[in-house]
């Protein structure tokens, strides 16, 4: 049976995971880490760098590494959490041709799925060299609260890395799937899932027989550890510009010190009560002296500054256990996940909430990552007995007169769904109609996110109010939505073209698929090359240090004079092809190296006198 594996693609950092022998198990990065930083960077060379060692560079790079690029995906450039990002972001954010995000590292400009599956392939990779054979089928986590224009990007990042996504699953799902895994229980549960980036919650319930059923779920998509290290960072810059006068974010090394320092601040303070952030040299006085930056944080200083935060998380629980017709008594459980949910103030808060001490049986880190790779066991393995029903974050409806927002498919709805509609012609031989379908809760249109405008095309001449067209919209499984219209009449489908999307054409996924392949070619060819290389310095190391004792032995004779300059040669040569990478010079080498250390090693350990 072809193995699934489960990647939780987050916001801060990724994890990989696979059902083994039955048991969910976490697949460790080449070194040896469960998890891998969500970072993407290119270096002064050109090289591509994913993970720790992007994030080991990202100080002294700022420029051109990528963190955070969850927050970007599948979202337009005119939105204002894009108008945010360009503001703070160490890296270039510029306007792409669809109205969408591009990120520009150094001389070259990729899309915000090219970059999410920069990280993909790499999780990939992780699986691969663990499993010792390729994967090829994917399940990958998003925000519950992602809409169709988010999933859809994570969709074709998971293309562009080479994985067939085979399903899409909320994160906070996926953790209940772990959660719930092996055990039977019928219960009533929460997931709070308070990430690097996004907040979710989730209210389900767990049935015999391994059924999961979502009854509410909302979210904040722009809600999460980034916010809280804004906060201190911006209490650092203020604090700085009224002590020295100068502003550090003029200066992106800087900044990049800042968010790094903030990060381990604010990590720290969940366990201590006070901690002190130290930088020195941080930036130069405009007298051409060096500033320092040093300043206490406390815990209480942290939880006043993001005060707000949690309280929008208390707020969205609020409402979704109104919408799931709850009483907080009625949740018989909950389950922190996320690395923020380790902060002792959001573990008050949601105790507070609910009544209760939060489960401690999961893995805050780990749990999506298991949740999907157990949803992902599922999928292929018809034995396996369980089912899933999620929910659409989302009402999905369209723009009608006056720009208000018809409902079509109400939030909360359990997916797959379908909901049709009657469209009637208004004007004698109207040929086209135009459709704009939205997601979102406003009853305002334009406050809800355009997903596209569909125009249907080719009707049929009549005189107005006879052409009588049924549209159908649809979830499916993913969450992701697709529309198909039909004559009611002749019963013909009619064709639907699709605008104003600011998703990747077929073309440009197509096209960055190549690309990524061609990086793969490179990095295993790179790898291979590293390791030949490794092999082949060795062999010529063990030479040089035999020669002269070897001269010594042998140079009295033609022969032995003439083994020693063939000898010479090969070395010469092979350091050459090491010089130039050339893998298969290095390889054709590597025989005659061979031949001449074990000749070598012959010489010298034979007794002479
Ligand atoms: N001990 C800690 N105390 C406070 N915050 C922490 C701690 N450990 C990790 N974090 C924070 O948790 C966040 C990362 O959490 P996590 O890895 O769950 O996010 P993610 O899955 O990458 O993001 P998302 O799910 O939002 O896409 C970061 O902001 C990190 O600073
Ligand atoms: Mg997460």
Same mark, same amino acid.
């Given at each position: 049976?072809?193995?699934?594996?489960?990647?939780?693609?987050?916001?801060?950092?990724?994890?990989?995971?696979?059902?083994?022998?039955?048991?969910?198990?976490?697949?460790?990065?080449?070194?040896?880490?469960?998890?891998?930083?969500?970072?993407?960077?290119?270096?002064?060379?050109?090289?591509?760098?994913?993970?720790?060692?992007?994030?080991?560079?990202?100080?002294?790079?700022?420029?051109?590494?990528?963190?955070?690029?969850?927050?970007?995906?599948?979202?337009?450039w005119s939105s204002p959490q894009v108008k945010n990002a360009v503001l703070t972001a160490s890296y270039k954010i510029i306007e792409g041709p669809h109205g969408d995000v591009r990120i520009q590292l150094r001389d070259k400009t990729y899309s915000v799925p090219e970059i999410? *599956? =920069?990280?993909?392939?790499?999780?990939?990779?992780?699986?691969e060299d663990y499993l010792s054979e390729p994967v090829s089928k994917a399940v990958v986590t998003v925000p519950a609260y992602f809409n169709d224009t988010q999933r859809q990007a994570t969709k074709d990042a998971g293309q562009i890395a080479g994985l067939d996504v085979i399903r899409i699953v909320n994160e906070p799902t996926a953790a209940a799937l772990?959660?719930?895994?092996?055990?039977?229980?019928?219960?009533?549960? *929460?997931?709070? %899932?308070?990430?690097?980036?996004?907040?979710?919650?989730?209210?389900l319930e767990i049935g015999a027989g391994g059924v999961f059923k979502v009854i509410a779920t909302a979210g904040?998509?722009?809600?999460?550890?980034?916010?809280?290290?804004?906060?201190?960072?911006?209490?650092?810059?203020?604090?700085?510009?009224?002590?020295?006068?100068?502003?550090?974010?003029? %200066?992106? =090394?800087?900044?990049?010190?800042?968010?790094?320092?903030a990060e381990k601040a604010k990590c720290e303070l969940s366990t201590v009560t006070e901690t002190e952030i130290n930088l020195p040299f941080i930036?130069?006085?405009g007298r051409n002296e060096a500033l320092h930056l040093q300043r206490?944080?406390?815990?209480?200083?942290?939880?006043?500054?993001?005060?707000?935060?949690?309280?929008?998380?208390?707020?969205?629980?609020?409402?979704?256990?109104?919408?799931?017709r709850l009483?907080?008594?009625?949740?018989?459980?909950?389950?922190?996940?996320?690395?923020?949910?380790?902060?002792?103030?959001?573990?008050?808060?949601?105790k507070e909430f609910f009544g209760r001490e939060p489960s401690k049986g999961v893995h805050p880190d780990e749990v999506v990552a298991l949740g999907a790779a157990v949803q992902g066991s599922a999928l292929v393995d018809e034995t396996k007995q369980m089912i899933l029903l999620d929910v659409t974050p989302h009402a999905l409806g369209i723009m009608t007169f006056g720009s208000n927002f018809e409902e079509l498919i109400p939030q909360n709805t359990t997916v797959p769904t379908a909901r049709s509609k009657i469209f009637t012609t208004s004007r004698d031989r109207q040929t086209a109609v135009k459709i704009l379908v939205m997601q979102g809760e406003h009853q305002k249109a334009t406050e809800n996110e355009l997903l596209g405008e569909f125009i249907l095309t080719g009707l049929r001449s009549a005189p107005k109010g006879q052409v009588e067209i049924e549209v159908t919209f649809e979830i499916?499984?993913?969450?992701?939505?697709?529309?198909?219209?039909?004559?009611?009449?002749?019963?013909?489908?009619?064709?639907?073209?699709?605008?104003?999307?600011?998703?990747?054409?077929?073309?440009?996924?197509?096209?960055?698929?190549? %690309?990524?392949?061609e990086y793969m070619v490179e990095r295993q060819s790179s790898d291979e090359f590293e390791g030949l290389k490794q092999e082949a310095e060795k062999l010529i190391g063990d030479i040089e240090r035999m020669f002269p004792q070897v001269e010594q032995i042998v140079a009295s004779s033609d022969f032995g004079r003439d083994a020693i300059g063939k000898a010479r040669g090969i070395v010469e040569k092979a350091r050459a092809a090491i010089v130039k990478r050339d893998s298969a010079a290095v390889k054709e080498h590597m025989e005659s190296l061979a031949r001449t250390h074990r000749m070598f090693k012959g010489v010298v350990s034979r007794p002479h006198g």
């Open positions: 049976m072809e193995r699934v594996i489960g990647i939780d693609l987050g916001t801060t950092n990724s994890c990989v995971a696979i059902v083994e022998d039955g048991v969910p198990t976490v697949i460790p990065n080449r070194g040896g880490y469960k998890t891998t930083p969500s970072m993407v960077a290119v270096t002064e060379a050109g090289k591509r760098l994913v993970g720790h060692i992007a994030k080991r560079q990202a100080i002294t790079n700022a420029e051109n590494t990528v963190y955070a690029a969850k927050r970007l995906i599948g979202r337009k999410s *599956a =920069m990280v993909l392939q790499e999780m990939k990779v992780c699986a772990a959660y719930g895994f092996g055990k039977t229980m019928e219960k009533t549960i *929460a997931v709070f %899932d308070l990430g690097g980036g996004t907040f979710d919650i989730s209210v904040d998509t722009f809600l999460g550890g980034e916010d809280f290290d804004a906060r201190i960072i911006d209490w650092l810059v203020q604090g700085f510009k009224d002590q020295h006068g100068v502003d550090l974010r003029q %200066d992106r =090394m800087a900044l990049q010190r800042l968010k790094d320092a930036i130069s006085s206490v944080l406390t815990r209480s200083t942290l939880e006043s500054l993001c005060e707000d935060l949690v309280e929008r998380c208390i707020e969205i629980c609020k409402q979704t256990l109104e919408d799931a009483d907080r008594d009625e949740v018989e459980d909950v389950v922190l996940v996320g690395g923020m949910t380790r902060m002792p103030r959001v573990q008050d808060s949601v499916n499984s993913d969450g992701i939505v697709s529309v198909s219209a039909k004559d009611l009449e002749n019963g013909q489908q009619q064709s639907i073209q699709v605008t104003a999307s600011s998703g990747l054409t077929k073309e440009e996924v197509g096209r960055m698929m190549e %690309d990524a392949k």
